[in-house]
């Protein structure tokens, strides 16, 4: 039945199977909306370009890779400004008081500036990481350890010196005895 004009007709066991190709203007709006939101889902739906193309594209074109990049990069500044300006500028948003609106408030966000302090001046802003306060505890104990037994050797070396200035004092008053006893 290979004749038969009703069937569909066959692919050659040896024909490789259809790519879904990305157009330059496929690629061109992917990158666009890259750039404008930093989400590859929402560039994706955007550019109405399929996921597997683009990461496919992404690992053997070493150009499109560092397009992408910059594009995420550009699209990440948008999002830390915008970040900022809410976090300083605030947002603005009704107040209602017996179901009626009675004026505005604007709300900053002392919590997003603080994230932002910290991506930012993470030396100063950052708060330590439970390992980080683990190791500072544990410095700390050796600290104390170190102190204790640095007063301990003290205490010896003192009483060392006690014995010693002891046994001179024993000494002397031998000789003393012996001098009186001649």
Request: net charge positive; hydrophobic share 40%; charged share 35%.
């Given at each position: 039945?290979?004749n038969?004009?009703?069937?569909?007709?066959?692919?050659?066991?040896?024909?490789?199977?259809?790519?879904?190709?990305?157009?330059?203007?496929?690629?061109?709006?992917?990158?666009?909306?890259?750039?404008?939101?930093?989400?590859?889902?929402?560039?994706?739906?955007?550019?109405?370009?399929?996921?597997?193309?683009v990461?496919?594209?992404?690992?053997r074109?070493?150009?499109?890779?560092?397009?992408?990049?910059?594009?995420?990069?550009?699209?990440?500044?948008?999002?830390?400004?915008?970040?900022?300006?809410?976090?300083?500028?605030?947002?603005?948003?009704?107040?209602?008081?017996g179901?009626?609106?009675?004026?505005?408030?604007?709300?900053?966000?002392?919590?997003?500036?603080?994230?932002?302090?910290?991506?930012?001046?993470?030396?100063?802003?950052?708060?330590?990481?439970?390992?980080?306060?683990?190791?500072?505890?544990?410095?700390?104990?050796?600290?104390?350890?170190?102190?204790?037994?640095?007063?301990?050797?003290?205490?010896?070396?003192?009483?060392?010196?006690?014995?010693?200035e002891?046994f001179?004092?024993?000494?002397?008053?031998?000789?003393?005895?012996?001098?009186?006893?001649?």
């Amino acid at each position: 039945m290979a004749n038969d004009p009703t069937s569909p007709p066959s692919r050659a066991a040896d024909t490789p199977a259809p790519r879904n190709r990305l157009s330059r203007a496929g690629i061109e709006r992917f990158l666009e909306a890259l750039s404008e939101t930093a989400s590859v889902c929402e560039s994706l739906r955007r550019a109405g370009v399929p996921r597997a193309s683009v990461y496919r594209r992404r690992a053997r074109d070493r150009k499109f890779a560092a397009d992408w990049e910059e594009a995420l990069s550009v699209g990440l500044d948008l999002l830390r400004d915008e970040a900022l300006r809410r976090a300083v500028d605030g947002v603005e948003r009704p107040v209602f008081h017996g179901g009626a609106q009675i004026g505005r408030v604007r709300d900053t966000s002392d919590r997003l500036l603080m994230f932002l302090l910290q991506a930012h001046r993470p030396e100063i802003y950052r708060a330590p990481s439970p390992a980080e306060t683990a190791a500072a505890k544990a410095e700390t104990g050796t600290e104390s350890k170190l102190r204790a037994a640095e007063i301990e050797a003290a205490k010896r070396e003192g009483a060392t010196e006690a014995l010693n200035e002891l046994f001179r004092e024993i000494e002397e008053h031998d000789r003393a005895a012996r001098t009186l006893r001649r």
